[in-house]
């Protein structure tokens, strides 16, 4: 793995000039070929539940690598997806959700839990970055009625509502249908809303304000859609997104 001098970290963490965001790595190792030095990497969530049959070993080897390299370069930014999720609370099993390897995953969140930012981070006011976007349905019923606050301050309701009650990010709690097994719910929250459904129900809606995320799987690599962008690409390509500050 690459390695950054300590100059070099302190020069970034005090000029931060380009984010470059890796979407849902789900037990992948190609993210050490995604990472930057030249800017802050945002991990968008989904570390464990590979697609193609990779060993449990291997994917906590691949989790504790990625943790590592966060410690070695604190302005990382590690946040929280639905298949995180459903290894941290009851009741919650999604796909791939390996039961035998459970106890494991959830100790290994557990013990890393200061290392991780939440599941929102602000880019200055120009973009927030979660694991599947934020609806105008879920902001109201957890948080209230956004007034063009700062997206710091959007960011901080929401990872606070995190620390507090995970059960308000949980598919089953905000689901509106019995039919709907998919996050396709406005009330679906930012670790489960798909992007067609977050579209219409965009919270910054005609703000110019970015949504960044991942969690719905893109073939063609990163998506662009108005301004949603899906960066959740790394079955098919290996490939990032930068935004400038």
């Known amino acids: 793995m690459r390695q950054i001098g300590a100059g070099f970290l302190i020069g970034i963490m005090k000029s931060v000039s380009s984010y470059n965001i890796i979407g849902d790595i789900h037990a992948r190792t190609c993210w050490k070929n995604l990472v ?22 291997e994917q ?12 070695q370069h604190p302005e990382t ?11 941290m ?3 919650e099993h999604y796909s791939r959700y390996d039961v035998f390897s459970a106890n494991n995953y959830w100790h290994a969140f557990l013990d890393s839990r200061s290392l991780f ?33 700062s997206l710091a301050e959007v960011a901080r309701r929401i990872n606070a509502l995190w620390n ?6 949980a598919f089953e709690t905000n689901a509106t249908g019995w039919e ?6 406005p ?42 962008i899906c960066v959740d690409c790394l079955g098919t390509k290996e490939k990032s997104y930068m935004i400038e500050a």
């Open 89 to 91: 609370i009851a009741n």
């Open 117 to 149: 930012h939440g599941v929102a981070y602000p880019i200055e006011d120009k973009a927030l970055v979660t694991h599947a976007g934020v609806t105008r349905d879920w902001y109201e019923k957890y948080i209230g009625i956004y007034h063009s606050e």
């Open 187 to 228: 009330t679906h929250s930012p670790v489960w809303i798909r992007p067609w459904v977050l579209k219409e129900h965009d919270l910054f809606a005609g703000t110019g304000i970015k949504q960044i995320f991942g969690h719905t799987q893109t073939e063609a690599g990163v998506m662009s859609d108005c301004n949603l």
């Open 77 to 87: 930014v590690l946040l929280y997806g639905n298949h995180d999720l459903h290894y």
């Open 164 to 169: 507090t009650d995970k059960q308000a990010f």
């Open 60 to 71: 906590m080897s691949n989790f504790q690598e990625l943790l590592a390299f966060k410690r």
């Open 36 to 57: 930057r030095e030249d800017s802050v990497n945002i991990f968008v969530g989904d570390y464990f539940d590979s697609y193609e049959y990779i060993p449990p070993s």
């Open 180 to 185: 709907d097994h998919y996050g396709t719910s």
